[in-house]
């Protein structure tokens, strides 16, 4: 089946620092979504990009949609302690019939104070 | 509703038993999806509908599982003869007409 490579695992960086994550395919998507997790709860949507090529911003978190329409990368700037969690990338081909999302393996992010 | 929510929050059975598990989208979703998530993962498609129509089912694991939305608002999971690897958390998401999917806060399944 479709998979999506993400990187890295996990993160461990100081507070104050930028992070920067990625996710690549062998499979072409045209949406691709990124979400955080905490603890207990489900996925949270942060970001959603619909275009090749889109550079979308939400406050200090932008994600970009890769010109080939196989990747996607999320960053994250000046980081602060409730940037804690699993951030996920997830992508679907919509309008195809087969609207399910495929999620990446996840990117635990930890800061040190 | 504001979100998505998802009833019962947690679920213990007994093993041969049945379990349904159940989805309340937000309002005016059209598209209604069952994913299940295990521990340290990404959450794994299920199935999904469109109004009450489902689209794909083809990530249902085996026969066991089910899934109705017969008003095309509030759906159901139906585990049959529950085993001990169906234990996991199931999530549900809506979204607006192939957009964007917003996740509920899951049912925890576990079967002893």
């Known amino acids: 089946g479709q998979q999506l490579n993400q990187s890295p695992q996990s993160m461990f960086i100081q507070e104050g620092e930028d992070v920067s994550m990625n996710c690549t395919s062998s499979?072409?998507?045209?949406?691709w979504l990124w979400y955080k997790q905490d603890p207990g709860e489900g996925p949270v949507l942060l970001i959603a990009l619909y275009k090749a090529g889109e550079l979308t911003s939400n406050g200090r978190l932008t994600a970009q949609f890769g010109i080939t329409r196989k990747d996607s990368f999320l960053n994250i700037s000046a980081s602060i302690p409730s940037d804690v969690g699993i951030y996920f990338c997830a992508a679907m081909y919509s309008g195809g019939g087969a609207d399910g999302l495929t999620f990446g393996k996840g990117t635990h992010l930890i800061i040190q104070p | 509703g504001a979100g998505v929510s998802q009833s019962p929050r947690y679920k213990v059975t007994k093993r041969g038993q049945d379990v349904a598990l159940r989805c309340d989208p937000i309002?005016?979703?059209?598209?209604l999806y069952w994913y299940r998530q295990a521990l340290g993962q990404g959450p794994e498609f299920l199935t999904y509908?469109?109004?009450?129509?489902?689209?794909?089912k083809s990530g249902l694991p085996n026969d066991r599982f089910s899934a109705e939305r017969p008003e095309g608002s509030i759906s159901t999971l139906t585990i049959q003869r529950t085993e001990q690897r169906d234990s996991a958390m199931y999530r549900c998401?809506?979204?607006?007409?192939?957009?964007?999917?917003?996740f509920g806060p899951g049912t925890r399944l576990t079967v002893l």
């Open positions: 509908f469109n109004y009450e129509a489902q689209q794909d």
């Open positions: 309002s005016g979703h059209v598209s």
């Open positions: 998401a809506s979204s607006q007409a192939s957009g964007a999917q917003y």
């Open positions: 499979s072409i998507f045209n949406t």
